[in-house]
């Protein structure tokens, strides 16, 4: 044979072998994939129900609908509390909720959403991603056939609404109130009766007086859901939830049967809305909080320092338990604390110092 049809040989071999190269995975990525998602959320409910959405409609807009999902706010599949089994089980692919929620499967569930004492979003994103807290929530979830992800944060939170003024740790004794997580734990602790309800029942229950008071998220969501009409006392920061962050949780046979490309827009979409709806929340709340004080004649409180430390040393006992549950629960508890301590002592001299001493000389 010439060398003239040697070399026509070889790049004829070498191109069907590129072509079959570039083929395969550009037919294995044409491949369609449907996407049923469900929530813990009413439909079109201000920063938590959007983000579910607007992630759902990125997802599908990112693939151009290769990957499609399909969207059920709670209640219109699975109840809210229902949408941790139902992916679970394989009923459905995701989930977008508060991980705390599970709290009662395993208390190392509260730990990815927040925690009394806990994190800022700037503090727990960077033990989510560089401090072993993304690791810890993949063992965890694995046991119950999950792969989760963090999708969206509401900041710190407020205390919460209440029908009389909070002065000592004693005004929590007999209380009934709607405060999930080991927030409640917390509370019941002061001798309080903590409920755990969805978003959508909160309000019923607060103007029936089968609430005395309740915790949601902010002055934003707080007005949407208008409890300043059954309770007019609103005390800050609260402790419960200094930085919640939500889930996107997934059926871990389906995440594991995607293509690493797949999960890594999935894993994009996740982190894009993780971003945007902490700026959300920033931009709605302070005008939010303008209108419930100059409109509707809310009372502003601040939770005193006797009635933090109590909050406090509540806590401690709470976590003391939650170490005693298992090795997962210990390891998660000392990696967390570890974190907060390491990264809350360096925002400390940053973020919040700035922050004091900017104020301070804007008479903010």
């Known amino acids: ?50 983000t579910a959405q ?12 290769r990957i499609n999902v399909k969207y059920f706010a709670a209640g219109e599949r ?49 033990w989510m991603r560089f401090g072993g807290g993304q690791e810890l929530h993949d063992e965890l979830a694995a046991g119950y ?31 009934k109130m709607r405060i999930p997580g ?5 509370i019941a602790k002061l001798g309080a009766s903590p409920v755990s ?13 089968a609430l005395d008071a309740t915790e949601w998220v902010g002055p934003w969501n707080d007005s949407f859901m208008k409890f300043y009409e059954a309770a007019k006392y609103y005390y800050y920061p609260g402790m419960h939830e ?31 809305e993780n971003s945007l709806m902490m700026a959300e929340y920033n931009a709605n709340n302070g005008a939010s909080l303008i209108k419930l004080v100059e409109e509707q004649g809310i009372k502003l409180r601040k939770f005193n320092d006797d009635v933090y430390d109590s909050f406090g040393e509540a806590a401690e006992e709470v976590f003391a338990e939650v170490r ?6 210990k390891r998660t508890h000392d990696s967390f604390v570890k974190s907060r301590d390491e990264v809350g002592g360096w925002a400390k001299i940053s973020d919040q110092e700035y922050v004091r001493q900017r104020n301070r000389v804007l008479g903010l």
């Open 324 to 329: 005693k549950h298992d090795d997962l629960a």
């Open 182 to 186: 080991l927030g409640g734990d917390v």
């Open 197 to 209: 309800l969805p978003g959508g029942q909160i309000y019923e229950n607060l103007i029936s007086g």
């Open 78 to 126: 699975v109840k809210a509390f229902d949408s941790f089994d139902e992916v679970a089980s394989g009923n459905a692919q995701m989930y977008h909720g508060a991980d705390y929620y599970w709290k009662g499967k395993h208390p190392a569930w509260a730990y990815f959403t927040a925690v009394p004492f806990g994190m800022t979003f700037t503090e727990i994103c960077a």
């Open 242 to 272: 200094p930085g919640a962050q939500l889930s996107l949780g997934m059926n871990k046979k389906f995440w594991d049967s995607l293509s690493k490309s797949d999960q890594l827009i999935i894993a994009s979409a996740a982190e894009t």
């Open 1 to 50: 044979m010439k060398r003239r049809d040697l070399l026509k040989g070889g790049i004829a071999a070498a191109a069907t072998a590129g072509a079959a190269a570039i083929s395969a995975p550009a037919i294995a990525s044409t491949k369609r994939i449907e996407v049923t998602m469900v929530s813990t959320w009413p439909r079109d409910f201000p920063g938590l129900g959007t």
């Open 54 to 65: 607007n992630f759902a409609k990125r997802l599908t807009d990112m693939t151009d609908g």
């Open 145 to 175: 056939g999950l792969k989760c992800l963090p999708c969206g944060n509401t900041g710190v939170q407020m205390g919460g609404w209440f029908r009389k003024e909070i002065n000592s740790a004693a005004d929590f004794k007999g209380l």
